[in-house]
């Protein structure tokens, strides 16, 4: 009688886990090598003045989750810049040089930017896909007009993926800016300081052509639920014998 109440609590407490899953239809890749691209870090008077200095991306470390049924592409990593900071000076006008002051301006951490994005309506074979933001953080510290000031930013580059080719052992994909311009936006508070001119200046770029990801290895799948009753009662049937 012992043995049949156990086994009656392990199997009410192993069905009370709910149904066994199915299949988890996203598909994982890695990606490593370099991207073409800049970004223009600004400090300009009004947005029509000038102050700052171009990095180049480098290398791009990522892992990409794509999902054909939800027709979602997830980009988690980092990208490398090559002039994580610089020291700039302030200048009202590009034509009538007057300088106004000067900072230091870093980009990202360690010389790097980490990201998390995703684009849905991204279909094997092409198509289009939305649109989402690569986020380059910038903080700085200067002085301005005799004043000191700090902030921090970010310069948002709008990015669109498209996938034209997946199978279990790679994907290949490419990427690039959404646009090529930015109306620049006021970073430093109290002052009239902003990152990029509105003058429609080509200040950042992001292109990946015919990228090809290499699958990983699918993870050992959690056990369902039947998995566990049959382990539950192979357990009791030992635990009778004995």
Same mark, same amino acid.
């Given at each position: 009688m012992r043995i049949r109440r156990v086994l009656q609590m392990a199997i009410a407490a192993i069905l009370g886990m709910g149904p066994a899953t199915g299949n988890c239809q996203i598909q994982t890749y890695s990606y490593s090598g370099p991207v073409t691209?800049?970004?223009?870090?600004?400090?300009?008077?009004?947005?029509?003045?000038?102050?700052?200095?171009?990095?180049?991306?480098?290398?791009?470390?990522?892992?990409?989750?794509?999902?054909?049924?939800?027709?979602?592409?997830?980009?988690? %990593? &980092?990208? /490398?810049? @090559?002039?994580p900071s610089g020291f700039i000076n302030i200048f009202s006008s590009p034509y009538f040089p007057r300088e106004f002051g000067s900072a230091t301006l870093t980009i990202g951490n360690?010389?790097?930017?980490?990201?998390?994005?995703?684009f849905s309506g991204v279909v094997s074979g092409g198509g289009a896909s939305s649109v989402d933001n690569l986020l380059v953080p910038?903080? %700085? &510290?200067? /002085?301005? @007009?005799?004043?000191?000031?700090a902030g921090n930013w970010s310069i948002d580059i709008p990015l669109t993926a498209q996938v034209s080719a997946a199978s279990p052992t790679s994907l290949t994909f490419s990427e690039s800016a959404w646009q090529g311009a930015q109306q620049g936006q006021q970073v430093i508070p109290g002052t009239d300081l902003k990152d990029a001119?509105?003058?429609?200046?080509?200040?950042?770029?992001?292109?990946?052509?015919?990228?090809?990801a290499a699958?990983?290895?699918?993870?050992?799948?959690?056990?369902?639920?039947?998995?566990?009753?049959?382990?539950?009662?192979s357990a009791l049937a030992f635990l009778r014998r004995r």
């Open positions: 691209g800049y970004a223009e870090v600004d400090l300009s008077p009004y947005g029509v003045g000038s102050g700052g200095f171009v990095t180049a991306f480098g290398t791009l470390t990522e892992t990409l989750y794509y999902d054909p049924a939800a027709e979602t592409l997830e980009q988690v %990593g &980092s990208v /490398t810049v @090559n002039k360690g010389g790097g930017i980490s990201f998390d994005n995703t910038v903080s %700085g &510290s200067g /002085t301005y @007009n005799g004043q000191a000031f001119a509105s003058d429609g200046t080509y200040y950042y770029s992001w292109q990946l052509s015919s990228i090809q699958a990983l290895p699918a993870s050992v799948p959690e056990p369902n639920s039947l998995e566990l009753l049959c382990l539950g009662l």
